[in-house]
Nanobody, 126 residues
């Protein structure tokens, strides 16, 4: 059974840090690009970061560049998103998704991703 399970969300003050994790099972994770997306209330889901399947290349949305770092540990079948200098506008449900031998084309086209997790809530508030 294919599963992506996010964890590590929570409440953090502005300027703080949080690391969210995406644990994969039921498929060969290293063959898949992993993307992180987020969705704030009343807003569309947006791509945040992506790590490729082939060479581990990383990609970031302009809004998080320099603050977020994506990494993967294939032995643990887990991808991490380290989030530093968090801002209230980073608040949302964070989802990870897997794309076979991706990313192909746009890094953050939700329709191109094959599997999705259930999401973890990140709230940045004083």
């Amino acid at each position: 059974q294919v599963q992506l399970v996010e964890s590590g969300g929570g409440l953090v003050q502005p300027g703080g840090s949080l690391r969210v994790s995406c644990a994969a099972s039921g498929f060969t994770q290293e063959y898949y690009a992993i993307g992180w997306f987020r969705q704030a209330p009343g807003k569309e889901r947006e791509g945040v970061s992506c790590i490729s399947s082939s060479d581990g290349s990383t990609y970031y949305a302009d809004s998080v560049k320099g603050r977020f770092t994506i990494s993967r540990d294939n032995a643990k079948r887990t991808v991490y998103l380290q989030m530093n200098s968090l801002k209230p506008e980073d608040t949302g449900v964070y989802y990870c998704a897997a794309q076979y031998f991706g990313p192909i084309g746009s890094h953050y086209n939700p329709g191109a991703y094959d599997y999705w997790g259930q999401g973890t809530q990140v709230t940045v508030s004083p």
